[in-house]
């Protein structure tokens, strides 16, 4: 079963602008990461965040997790063409046995 | 660039055909995982190895069989599949299966049951 939903389920934008997916999920968890996927290819770690985390940086990206709504932002500044792609978040469910549940994704389209 | 290394990229097999997918990692991670994802859906668990013991099983079908033959390697031999297990079958590993540890994919190999 899946945990986690993501909003939107797809967005598109200008390179550019900026572009924001949200992420919520139903257990406690220890922690939250996002992941980038290129159509027909692999998954690309972007960001962990721990669940005593409220913030997080890397590059153009920023992450936020609000535990006791339990739900994370992933945030792209300055999109460019290359951003175009699905973002899923997945989380642990705080069971801590190497089960990693994915949200339904955020596919961005960025327009050049 | 990921370092979880899938082969084959693709493979089309008969449902009679007895076939295996392949994966390496040299980051000296202890728990590799096995994923299934269809097409725009978020990736499932299949398997977990810890420390090359299988340590989850998603109630996947037994013509599913992983094997860890050591800690970098991680096969997924399939036998008997029907259509419906075509999917994007995606290897990954972390340095344990603790959760706080960042797992990393590979490419992923593109599975189509004929």
């Known amino acids: 079963s899946q945990q986690g939903e993501e909003d939107p389920q797809a967005l598109s934008i200008q390179e550019g602008e900026n572009a924001t997916m949200n992420c919520s999920y139903k257990?406690?968890?220890?922690?939250l990461q996002w992941y980038r996927q290129n159509s027909g290819r692999g998954l690309v770690h972007l960001i962990l965040i721990r669940s005593n985390e409220r913030e997080k940086h890397s590059g153009r990206l920023r992450v936020t997790l609000d535990t006791s709504k339990k739900s994370s932002s992933l945030l792209i500044t300055a999109s460019r063409a290359a951003d175009t792609a699905s973002y899923f978040c997945?989380?642990?469910?705080?069971?801590?046995?190497?089960?990693?549940?994915f949200g339904q994704g955020t596919t961005l389209q960025v327009k050049p | 660039d990921t370092e979880v290394t899938q082969t084959p990229k693709h493979l089309v097999m008969g449902m009679t055909n007895k076939k295996s997918l392949k994966c390496e990692q040299h980051?000296?991670?202890?728990?590799m995982y096995w994923y299934k994802q269809k097409a725009k859906k978020p990736p499932e668990l299949m398997f977990v190895y810890s420390y090359e013991k299988l340590s989850i099983n998603e109630s996947v079908p037994s013509r599913f069989s992983p094997e860890c033959p050591n800690s970098s390697l991680l096969n997924l031999h399939l036998h008997a599949l029907q259509p419906e297990d075509s999917a994007l079958y995606l290897c990954?590993?972390?340095?344990?299966?603790?959760?706080?540890?960042?797992?990393?994919f590979g490419e992923g190999s593109w599975l189509t049951v004929v």
């Open positions: 990954a590993s972390s340095r344990t299966d603790r959760l706080r540890n960042t797992i990393y």
């Open positions: 980051m000296g991670h202890r728990a």
């Open positions: 997945a989380t642990d469910g705080a069971g801590n046995t190497g089960k990693l549940i």
């Open positions: 257990t406690s968890i220890n922690n």
